[in-house]
């Protein structure tokens, strides 16, 4: 199996709402990561985790929470979004995240509007 | 935080010709990767190349890399009507181990 899975597809919330993104690889991958991309541009990378500890977070602001429950699960917590923040959110995975880490493994995006 | 920048920003060709993009980037890295990206989708993986390596061949791809000028190119020969996609170039920052993205190159294969 070399899926990484996003869920829900798309998503339309209120700035008031809490709402999750999740994404799921069954690859064995100890690195998961989380990108935004807004139309036409490249990805940008928001949080990092290596073995299930938060490597790095690229200073997004604190309305976007991410979790890892284990080393296949990866949430986006999202709570008090403003409409700036609407975007493609992309989830990945790859073998360790520590170095030289190899191919990125991208699931299909999960669209996010928010009004 | 963009790494990269890619030129051209977009590139239209006749199928069967072939596609040159190239990608520079600020700092040192441990490799460069080449994604591509249909419309709206995920990014998948095409090419990877490692600071130590000048030129990889895959299928139709061949991808170069001069760590000197801080510089790659990604060719693909023979372009399909299927190959209109976006291409970015990725850079595994030595440092941090970061994968940042460079500005990436849409390519348009007419038929």
């Known amino acids: 199996d070399t899926e990484v899975t996003q869920t829900p597809k798309h998503l339309v919330m209120g700035m008031t709402n809490k709402k999750s993104l999740k994404c799921e690889q069954h690859?064995?991958?100890?690195?998961m990561y989380w990108y935004k991309q807004k139309a036409k541009k490249p990805p940008e990378l928001m949080f990092v985790?290596?073995?299930?500890?938060?490597?790095i977070n690229e200073s997004v602001p604190s309305r976007f929470s991410p979790e890892c429950p284990n080393s296949s699960l990866l949430n986006l917590h999202l709570h008090a979004l403003q409409p700036e923040d609407s975007a493609l959110y992309l989830c990945?995975?790859?073998?360790?995240?520590?170095?030289?880490?190899?191919?990125?493994?991208f699931g299909e995006g999960s669209r996010l509007t928010v009004l | 935080s963009q790494q990269g920048e890619e030129d051209p920003q977009a590139l239209s060709i006749q199928e069967g010709e072939n596609a040159t993009m190239n990608c520079s980037y600020k700092?040192?890295?441990?490799?460069l990767q080449w994604y591509r990206q249909n419309s709206g989708r995920g990014l998948v993986h095409l090419i990877l190349?490692?600071?130590?390596?000048r030129e990889k061949h895959s299928g139709r791809l061949r991808v170069t890399l001069d760590t000197s000028k801080k510089s790659s190119s990604l060719l693909i020969t023979a372009s399909r009507a299927a190959d209109t996609a976006s291409y970015f170039c990725?850079?595994?920052?030595?440092?941090?181990?970061?994968?940042?993205f460079g500005s990436g190159t849409r390519l348009l294969v007419r038929p």
């Open positions: 990945a995975s790859a073998t360790s995240g520590r170095g030289n880490t190899g191919e990125l493994f």
């Open positions: 690859m064995g991958h100890r690195a």
């Open positions: 985790y290596s073995y299930e500890k938060l490597s």
């Open positions: 700092t040192s890295i441990n490799n």
């Open positions: 190349i490692r600071s130590n390596e």
């Open positions: 990725a850079t595994e920052q030595h440092s941090s181990y970061k994968l940042i």
